[in-house]
């Protein structure tokens, strides 16, 4: 039930509880089980028209239903979302579809590096909402959803 957080330098450290995955010993059950999919890149503004996403600016992405192996009943998603060629530092928030923006970021990056980390995102119809506070390219790679209603 511990972890351990080593950093190189001085620094305060913020570790959120997002969730847990269980194991084989967990009682069978339709809601909140980890589907794990084949890692796959779902989205990628990088390789579409008017891209990148401007500052300021939220759009909704679908990551489930039709051709995608994520059904579109599914409650949550895993993630690994990324920011690449940033006019500058900022943030990106992913949320539900039909929810309000967070109070946090999903992933802080800094002018031209590209930046990834992990997010587990509750889905809305499918489609999550990713806001932007200064232009960036944004990826979405998928490795899981959640079962369960949204």
Do not use: C, E, W
């Not at 351990?4 to 847990?20: C, K, L, P, R, W």
């Not at 909704?60 to 895993?78: E, F, K």
């Amino acid at each position: 039930g511990t972890i351990s957080v080593f950093t190189s330098s001085a620094a305060h450290i913020i570790v959120d509880v997002m969730g847990y995955i269980t194991n084989d010993a967990a009682p069978v059950s339709g809601a909140g089980r980890f589907v794990p999919v084949t890692p796959n890149r779902y989205y990628d503004s990088r390789t579409l028209p008017g891209a990148p996403h401007a500052a300021g600016s939220t759009v909704a992405v679908q990551l489930a239903g039709g051709a995608l192996p994520v059904p579109i009943g599914a409650a949550g998603i895993s993630i690994n979302l990324t920011s690449d060629q940033a006019a500058g530092s900022g943030f990106i928030s992913v949320y539900p579809a039909d929810g309000a923006p967070p109070a946090t970021s999903s992933l802080n990056f800094t002018a031209g590096t590209a930046v990834a980390n992990a997010s587990l995102v509750k889905l809305s119809a499918g489609a999550l909402n990713v806001f932007v506070n200064t232009t960036t390219h944004v990826i979405i790679d998928v490795n899981g959803y959640f079962t369960g209603t949204q």
